[in-house]
């Protein structure tokens, strides 16, 4: 059964460093999306990705962040300049669409800021 | 904005069903979905129900639908050690913004 990949699963990098959390989306699915969360707390939406180019995005997602799709099959996630705080997981997920279709997540990234 | 809660721990026997609740703020909800995660695994779209039911059945699961007082709840019937796992209680609104939004994850243990 085809899944989303994240790699890698556990990334440690200190403040001020930057990140670029990697996933490969299933493919034939055309939205991407990138979630978040931190220990504790809720997933929280940060940005989806269509036609290469963000269709949404919530108020987390700053100018710290941006998205790419360089190729056909990846889909990554930077962090400019980290801070303690985006220490979290990350969950990139795709979907065929968006109303109605389920959006198939992956197995996450851990991003720990020292 | 829309919040959703859950508990965060569920602890049950082998066997006993599990029932697992979330509430929800935003009366505009159109889907309610439950995703669970295994460890090492990622979220993995279990049931949904749409806002027009009460109640639906898939094998062991039961997901109710109380919209009058946004709760939604899944019960897991003959529970198993496999079911442990971390469930998410999620909700979006028709039209709009197709992005679901999720409760912090009930961690549902199963002991023998």
């Known amino acids: 059964e085809p899944e989303v990949t994240q790699t890698p699963s556990h990334q440690v990098t200190q403040m001020g460093q930057e990140v670029i959390l990697r996933c490969v989306p299933i493919?034939?699915?055309?939205?991407f999306y990138w979630y978040r969360q931190i220990l504790g707390q809720k997933v929280e939406f940060l940005v989806s990705?269509?036609?290469?180019?963000?269709?949404?995005k919530s108020e987390i997602f700053d100018d710290q962040f941006s998205v790419e799709r360089p190729d056909g099959s990846n889909f990554t996630l930077k962090i400019r300049s980290t801070k303690l705080e985006d220490s979290a997981m990350y969950f990139c997920?795709?979907?065929?669409?968006?109303?109605?279709?389920?959006?198939?997540f992956g197995p996450g990234t851990r991003l720990t800021v020292t | 904005g829309e919040d959703v809660e859950q508990s965060l721990f569920l602890s049950v026997r082998e066997g006993d069903s599990s029932v697992i609740n979330c509430t929800y703020t935003?009366?505009?909800?159109?889907?309610l979905y439950w995703y669970k995660q295994e460890p090492g695994a990622g979220l993995q779209l279990l049931t949904y129900?749409?806002?027009?039911?009460d109640m639906k059945q898939d094998q062991r699961l039961t997901v109710l639908l109380n919209k009058k007082d946004k709760h939604l709840s899944l019960r897991i019937a003959d529970t198993q050690t496999g079911d442990s796992a971390i469930y998410f209680c999620?909700?979006?609104?028709?039209?709009?913004?197709?992005?679901?939004?999720f409760g912090r994850g009930t961690s549902l243990i199963v002991h023998p």
């Open positions: 997920a795709s979907s065929e669409a968006t109303q109605n279709y389920e959006q198939y």
């Open positions: 493919s034939n699915h055309l939205y």
């Open positions: 990705f269509y036609n290469n180019e963000i269709s949404e």
């Open positions: 935003d009366s505009s909800s159109t889907y």
């Open positions: 129900i749409f806002s027009n039911m």
């Open positions: 999620a909700e979006r609104a028709s039209g709009g913004s197709y992005i679901p939004t």
